[in-house]
């Protein structure tokens, strides 16, 4: 069966759901296809000790604050899940699950999402489908060598798989700093990055990233000079169990190594440390093979946009994969603005 809407959102992660919020508001007629069998996104994914790097006020979609975590003033994933679970609730968002879109096709004056529960055709489409889903590793020499344990952020889950053994963490960003911290009591922990860790200043978290970014955006919309990106802070919040490690002296950072051996890693001196497992906190790319049948892909595995609109098909919006979709669209707070555009470009689009 083969349902028509004005507009498709692929994804039911807190991207989709913002979008999902203002299409509501515009009155729009919008179905959001999520692939997971639960609410929640990528938030259900996560390791057991993640903390959010900003208070729970300042982690909130458009319309409802997040409330605070009792006990937490970083909340925790599974209070992330219990949120966006009301919030999708509270504004009756209709979300579809489990569905996977397979393909996104032109069909004259539609789009036509492809997916394992059906065809929709739409007459725009919102792609709101995360980054979790496309775990990057880089191509590190004698990768395939090691007979250990090998396991990029996402499927990690906690110190107890590791207890007593030597395991490497590869990343300086927030993700390897909170594994790096989470193994370092109970592990022989290696902690590598590529360059010298840089850390927020501790009084610094979230907040003022948000408030950076909307001093960027402002001066850029104003044609003032560019203020810089977030990154020119640092790279690392100092969430409080990062601290804590990092003030005891367990995270002691190592430059990256040349190789992986057959036991564990080689540096360029010929330096070697053995280890169990090797965790690569090494990023992310943006899942977007939804989107191949549009032939849109351009530099760095993305899609050309104007804000969230892509440059190649006005019908088509991305949003919440990162700056190059919005500034600061991959966070909760700061998904809600650009997800307004897209409803308001949507709705000019369609005549409404
Ligand atoms: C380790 C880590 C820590 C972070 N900490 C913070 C933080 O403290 N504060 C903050 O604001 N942000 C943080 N972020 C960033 C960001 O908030 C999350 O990455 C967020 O999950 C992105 O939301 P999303 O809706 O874009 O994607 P997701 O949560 O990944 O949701 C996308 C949804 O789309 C579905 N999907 C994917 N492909 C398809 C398909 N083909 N068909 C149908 N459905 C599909 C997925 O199953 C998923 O449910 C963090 C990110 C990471 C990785």
Redesign the pocket.
């Known amino acids: 069966m083969t349902r028509a809407v004005d507009v498709v959102v692929?994804?039911?992660?807190?991207?989709?759901l913002a979008a999902g919020y203002h299409l509501r508001r515009l009155g729009l007629d919008f179905v959001i296809?999520?692939?997971?069998a639960t609410p929640g996104?990528?938030?259900q994914h996560?390791w057991d000790s993640?903390r959010?790097?900003?208070p729970a006020a300042y982690?909130s979609l458009p319309g409802r604050l997040m409330p605070p975590q009792p006990g937490e003033t970083y909340p925790e994933a599974a209070h992330v899940v219990s949120y966006l679970t009301d919030y999708e609730q509270r504004y009756e968002l209709p979300v579809a699950r489990p569905?996977?879109?397979g393909g996104v096709h032109r069909d004259g004056e539609f789009l036509r999402v492809e997916?394992d529960a059906g065809t929709w055709r739409a007459r725009t489409v919102i792609s709101?489908?995360?980054?979790?889903?496309r775990p990057f590793v880089p191509a590190v020499p004698g990768r395939t060598e090691f007979k250990g344990a090998q396991l990029h952020?996402v499927e990690y889950r906690g110190p107890a798989d590791f207890a007593g053994q030597p395991v490497i963490v590869v990343g300086g960003g927030?993700?390897g700093a909170q594994i790096a911290a989470d193994l370092a009591y109970d592990t022989e922990l290696s902690w590598v990055t590529l360059r010298e860790p840089r850390y927020l200043a501790d009084e610094i978290d979230?907040r003022a990233l948000f408030d950076h970014a909307t001093a960027r955006r402002r001066a850029l919309d104003e044609g003032r000079t560019d203020t810089g990106g977030v990154a020119s802070l640092g790279d690392i919040v100092a969430v409080p169990p990062v601290r804590a490690a990092r003030d005891a002296g367990l995270l002691k950072p190592m430059p990256m190594f040349a190789r992986v051996t057959a036991t564990g890693v080689e540096w360029a001196d010929g330096t070697t440390a053995d280890a169990a497992a090797i965790i690569w906190c090494t990023g992310?790319r943006p899942?977007l093979s939804?989107l191949a049948p549009l032939g849109l892909r351009g530099p760095r595995g993305h899609i050309p946009t104007t804000g969230t609109q892509a440059l190649g098909e006005p019908r088509l919006h991305l949003l919440?994969?990162g700056d190059w979709t919005g500034l600061a669209s991959?966070?909760?707070?700061g998904v809600g603005r650009p997800a307004r555009e897209a409803a308001r470009q949507i709705a000019g689009l369609l005549g409404r």
Not at 330 to 333: D, S
């Open positions: 692929i994804g039911g992660g807190q991207a989709g296809l999520d692939a997971q996104g990528a938030w996560t993640l959010l790097f900003s982690s569905v996977r879109v997916a709101a489908t995360g980054t979790w889903w952020t927030n993700s979230g992310f899942a939804h919440g994969y991959a966070t909760l707070i």
